[in-house]
């Protein structure tokens, strides 16, 4: 804690001393206006370590002729302190407390808290009053140093805007106290800040959420009122808002990195600012233009400062500048908005891995790290509207001038990187005795005049097997490969224009977008590729088919068409369903035809040709019967030729035979059968196939002779007995004068009118299938 202090302490001095005294309400000079003309080269350390540095070799700089105007706004000196801790050494020691009712603050409490004061490097207690108490945020002030209505108007925002900000944009904070707020503390943090020259706009420290000695046990974070919130009696406390947004974002930076993922260590410093300064740009919806200003204004970015390397003893507020625009830079190429820094939050990596995995997830997946930060300064360099090389005309960006370094060769932290401006092309060397990890990269002169899009002149074809796409195009030009809107992988081509771009392998029949932009953003056409499908589908599983079918159905891979033939002609074809199904409309064939299916996909392969004889389904004709009497055994019919006849009484086979070439049959069965007696009669074919019919057998039998009682001249009825359920006829000569039903006994009784002695009555029975009996002749006594 001592060598932090001594750190900061050290970092304010040089600060103080180095910046220039401002005036409040400054703008700019005309820096602003500086034109990039002529060749550059930038020089850079693309290695991913911060602390190390590497040689730019030795090189001879034309002399340049710009002025730097250093009036700066007073925000432009505004940084905070990310105290470092040991969290893997304290893990043991996290505040575990739980929420009590009894133990809630309410307003007008007052407590004592823990702070630092950095001009004499101690930590102190002040004690502070409870001034705001709202859902998400205790606002806590010292000596009165805002007003009450000014500590609501602070928490409430909070509460409001930038708390639910912050945590959709980022995620939650951590809550070891149990009480679900965060203590925002306002008080004149000790920075020694006497009029002019940089300040400490507020800090989080993430000692607090320990139990160490001076810790304040809880989520808290310390806001300066002076002069962050103005110099004079009156605060505005407004001007603190971005800066509650900055420091919530290390709270919640660090619950996530240490607290949830159980990270040892926290994000890089470098990279925990760039997202703390996105949270600023989000919550106040514009570029941060004293960032940007102050980068106009450094000397020390001219000379190379780098990205990575934090340099607590030297321009801090370089790196507070390339940060931010390094964040905005990731931004806008990733085009994701600013869900961009969740995801690099979310990242299991806490440095430049977890930008390099955005990078290659969004950009390219061959870009690394240190290409893209030589691309963040030539775009620092050139602003262009489209590709790599700028901000891609988003508001605020515009305003950054062009960094040009006149000294000679130099060591650059990894990270760093200088702009120097060559006489000619043919002055682009680079020296030998360069460091490993230096890079050259040449920005030509007619870079930013050039409007000529580049063009693909080839595109190699691509197949399902293949990983690349290969062509030629423009020397230097980044080529991009998109399947609908999701970029599948860019590279750079190569000096002649060669391009070999990486990709996940792709299905046959996948429509592919090319394109290329050149190094002054100019965008080829789009040109459309497919990939090629040499990968013949499997056969179809194909259904047996009937003679009876007008469809031939099976299935298949999804997509192709389904192909149907007979001999060498075409008769039916359809798709196969996304199910994998097809069902292809044919005219029926007759049982034994030969057919042969394949299926066909977009890329024109070619299944196996799978066979299929069409098999009979046709049920024989219906048999045909003729009358079957009761006292019948013989039993004729029709039906198809060949077809084997069964004749059945429920069950019991009663007899079979085969039908002649006419298709005649003749079957002999060993008894008559009662008339009302049905029979089945089925006829079969060689495919199994069966039809039937059903016959009843009719009656065929007249019925006996009746049985007739005496009848005499005094008789006025005929009895007797015959077939029950006949009808008894009775006639003298050929008028009848009788007629009766038998009972269900054959008794009969039929009323008739008193006949002559000697007359002779004939009596005869029809029974219900219309056999009559033989006539019976009664003398009348």
Aim: charged residues 20%.
């Amino acid at each position: 804690m001592n060598n932090l202090k001594r750190t900061l302490c050290s970092l304010l001095s040089i600060l103080l001393l180095c910046v220039p005294t401002i005036a409040y309400g400054q703008e700019p000079g005309a820096a602003g206006n500086l034109a990039v003309e002529g060749n550059y080269v930038i020089i850079g350390n693309e290695a991913t370590n911060g602390d190390g540095t590497a040689y730019t070799g030795t090189f001879n700089v034309k002399k340049q002729n710009f002025s730097i105007n250093n009036d700066l706004k007073p925000t432009a000196y505004q940084m905070d302190v990310n105290k470092p801790f040991n969290s893997a050494k304290n893990s043991s020691k996290l505040v575990k407390k739980y929420f009590s009712a009894q133990s809630v603050p309410v307003v007008g409490d007052s407590k004592p808290f823990w702070v630092t004061d950095f001009v004499n490097n101690f930590d102190t207690q002040i004690t502070a009053k409870l001034l705001y108490s709202g859902s998400t945020a205790n606002v806590w002030v010292y000596n009165n140093q805002i007003t009450s209505l000014d500590a609501q108007k602070l928490g409430k925002e909070f509460d409001s805007k930038i708390q639910p900000l912050i945590t959709n944009s980022f995620g939650g904070a951590s809550d070891v106290d149990g009480n679900g707020k965060v203590n925002i503390l306002c008080y004149d943090i000790q920075d020694g800040f006497d009029g002019s020259g940089g300040y400490i706009g507020g800090y989080f420290w993430a000692g607090d959420l320990y139990a160490d000695p001076h810790s304040n046990q809880s989520e808290i974070f310390y806001i300066d009122t002076y002069p962050s919130m103005g110099i004079g009696t009156t605060k505005d406390v407004t001007e603190a808002y971005s800066t509650l947004a900055h420091e919530f974002q290390h709270m919640v930076n660090f619950n996530r990195n240490v607290l949830i993922e159980g990270s040892t260590e926290s994000m890089d410093t470098w990279l925990d600012e760039a997202m703390a300064m996105a949270a600023e740009q989000m919550y106040t919806g514009q570029a941060l233009d004293d960032r940007i200003d102050y980068y106009n204004y450094s000397d020390s970015i001219t000379n190379g400062h780098s990205l990575l390397y934090w340099d607590d003893y030297g321009d801090v507020l370089a790196n507070y500048s390339l940060s931010y625009l390094f964040a905005q830079y990731l931004k806008i190429q990733a085009n994701q908005g600013d869900s961009i820094f969740k995801e690099l939050l979310n990242d299991p990596n806490n440095d430049y891995r977890a930008v390099e995995d955005a990078i290659q997830k969004h950009i390219s997946p061959t870009l690394s790290f240190g290409k893209f930060m030589t691309s963040f300064r030539a775009a620092l360099l050139l602003k262009q509207g489209t590709g790599l090389y700028g901000f891609k005309a988003e508001p605020g960006f515009e305003a950054i001038t062009p960094k040009l370094y006149n000294g000679s060769g130099t060591q650059l932290h990894g990270g760093g990187a200088v702009v120097k401006q060559l006489d000619s092309q043919t002055e682009y060397t680079a020296p030998a005795d360069k460091g490993a990890d230096v890079t050259y990269t040449f920005i030509p002169k007619d870079l930013d005049g050039d409007y000529t899009p580049p063009v693909i002149g080839s595109i190699n074809p691509v197949s399902e097997f293949d990983t690349t796409v290969t062509g030629m195009t423009e020397a230097d030009a980044v080529v991009y490969v998109m399947k609908g809107t999701t970029l599948l992988g860019s590279v750079v081509a190569d000096s002649i224009g060669n391009f070999n771009v990486t990709i996940p392998k792709q299905k046959g029949g996948t429509l592919l977008q090319v394109y290329a932009e050149d190094l002054a953003g100019n965008r080829s056409k789009t040109i459309s590729v497919t990939v090629k499908d040499t990968i013949p589908p499997a056969n179809p599983i194909v259904n047996p088919v009937g003679d009876n079918q007008n469809a031939v159905t099976g299935k298949a891979e999804a997509g192709t068409k389904a192909v149907v033939k007979s001999g060498s002609t075409i008769i039916g074809q359809n798709l196969v369903s996304s199910s994998g199904s097809f069902s292809v409309k044919i005219a029926a064939k007759k049982a034994g035809t030969r057919l042969t299916v394949f299926v066909q996909d977009g890329g024109g392969n070619k299944s196996g040709e799978v066979t299929v004889i069409v098999s009979d389904k046709t049920a024989p004709v219906k048999p045909s019967i003729y009358s079957v009497g009761d006292n019948q055994t013989i039993i004729f019919g029709r039906t198809e030729a060949g077809a084997k006849v069964v004749i059945k009484a429920g069950s019991s086979v009663l007899g079979q035979s085969y039908a002649n070439s006419t298709g005649s049959f003749l079957i002999k069965i060993r008894t008559a059968k009662k008339a009302g007696t049905r029979l089945t009669v089925y006829s079969s074919d060689k495919a199994g196939n069966q039809s039937q019919a059903t016959v009843t057998v009719v009656d065929k039998t007249a019925p006996a002779i009746p049985v007739v009682n005496k009848v005499t001249h005094l008789s006025k009825s005929v009895t007797g007995k015959a077939e029950a359920g006949s009808t008894v006829y009775i006639y003298n000569g050929v008028t009848l004068i009788g007629k009766t039903l038998t009972d269900k006994y054959g008794k009969f009784k039929a009323v008739i009118k008193v006949q002559k002695k000697g007359k002779s009555l004939e009596v005869s029975v029809l029974d219900k299938a219309g056999n009559q009996s033989k006539v019976k002749v009664v003398k009348v006594y």
